[in-house]
């Protein structure tokens, strides 16, 4: 299909490119693809996207939508169609997520201790983890695509660049950009998070600051899992990786850091995002390292 070849050939993200492939065949295909562009009118669409957010949820249909949006605006572009049927559909209503697990600094001490003293949390080389992302506040994704180079722990910084992701037929890859342009930062963390990796890197026998248990790249899925498996029954069930981006925001604007700084730090590309979902109020101040420097485990006890 053209539309599907023009993906491929675009500068989306890799994982972009799968999700949108994986709804095509799946879901798309099925209900629309015999369908005459003649017959693409507005009410035929909207009943296929409310089908599928019935049987599939609100994240198929969205994506659904974006591409039926790309294949008939294209018809459009080629004259076949008069208008987009797709730009008429009758606006989804959201549903209120459920609340998230928020991590509070009691919580995390918590959390700190139910790990230290958790087999499985040793086992599965969760309690680093969870040390580096109180510190750091990156996507898990991020923390796993970390190898040696970007470490520098002379200067005191860490360059992430990257995400790991699954691409079907090929496996766990370092995709060469993260989210978002903003993403792609280096940052100067407190020296506690420095410590850590510099700790960890005396043991290493491959090029991945947090591999498998094998020395391979390491599933971002799979180390949710971990982690939801080992606090499931506690407080903290349902904990999300997510969870300490919301806490090391918390922790600089508190300490006065301003927006346009969190959001560097975290790599968020709009500041509204910072504002709005991790920032309690309006602040400015000193730098991210020095805001977080107080609170490594060595200060936990």
């Known amino acids: 299909m053209v539309w599907l070849r023009e993906l491929d050939e675009s500068d989306r993200a890799i994982r972009t490119?799968?999700?949108?492939?994986?709804?095509?065949?799946?879901?798309?295909?099925?209900?629309?693809?015999?369908?005459?562009?003649?017959?693409?009118?507005?009410?035929?669409?909207?009943?296929?996207?409310?089908?599928?957010?019935?049987?599939?949820?609100?994240?198929?249909?969205?994506?659904?939508?974006?591409?039926?949006?790309?294949?008939?605006?294209?018809?459009?572009?080629?004259?076949?169609?008069?208008?987009?049927?797709?730009r008429d559909l009758t606006p989804a209503r959201s549903k209120r997520k459920p609340r998230s697990l928020v991590l509070t600094e009691a919580s995390w001490a918590g959390l700190r201790a139910h790990l230290a003293a958790s087999d499985a949390a040793g086992t599965n080389d969760l309690r680093d983890v969870a040390d580096v992302l109180s510190g750091l506040g990156c996507r898990i994704g991020e923390l796993l695509a970390l190898d040696w180079p970007r470490v520098d722990d002379v200067a005191g910084t860490i360059a992430i660049e990257g995400t790991v992701i699954r691409v079907p037929g090929t496996g766990l890859i370092v995709q060469p950009h993260t989210k978002s342009d903003a993403g792609m930062r280096t940052i100067e963390p407190?020296?506690?998070?420095?410590?850590?990796?510099?700790?960890?890197?005396?043991?290493?026998?491959?090029?991945?600051?947090?591999?498998?248990?094998r020395g391979t790249l390491r599933d971002p899925d799979n180390t949710r899992k971990r982690l939801r498996e080992v606090v499931a029954g506690t407080e903290?069930?349902?904990?999300?990786?997510?969870?300490?981006?919301?806490?090391?925001?918390?922790?600089?604007?508190?300490?006065?850091?301003?927006a346009r700084e969190i959001a560097d730090y975290l790599g968020h590309e709009r500041i509204s995002m910072t504002q709005d979902v991790?920032?309690?109020?309006?602040?400015?101040?000193?730098g991210a390292s020095t805001a977080l420097d107080a609170f490594g485990p060595e200060s936990a006890g």
């Open 17 to 86: 490119k799968i999700t949108y492939r994986d709804v095509w065949t799946r879901h798309v295909e099925p209900a629309v693809g015999a369908l005459l562009l003649r017959d693409a009118r507005v009410s035929r669409i909207d009943a296929v996207i409310r089908q599928l957010r019935e049987q599939s949820g609100p994240g198929p249909a969205k994506h659904a939508k974006v591409i039926l949006s790309g294949v008939l605006g294209l018809a459009v572009r080629h004259d076949a169609l008069d208008a987009n049927p797709v």
């Open 190 to 213: 407190p020296a506690w998070v420095i410590a850590l990796p510099r700790k960890r890197h005396a043991n290493s026998h491959g090029p991945w600051v947090f591999p498998s248990t």
């Open 236 to 258: 903290w069930e349902g904990l999300h990786p997510h969870a300490f981006r919301h806490l090391v925001a918390t922790r600089l604007d508190a300490a006065g850091l301003s």
């Open 278 to 286: 991790y920032m309690s109020h309006k602040s400015t101040g000193a």
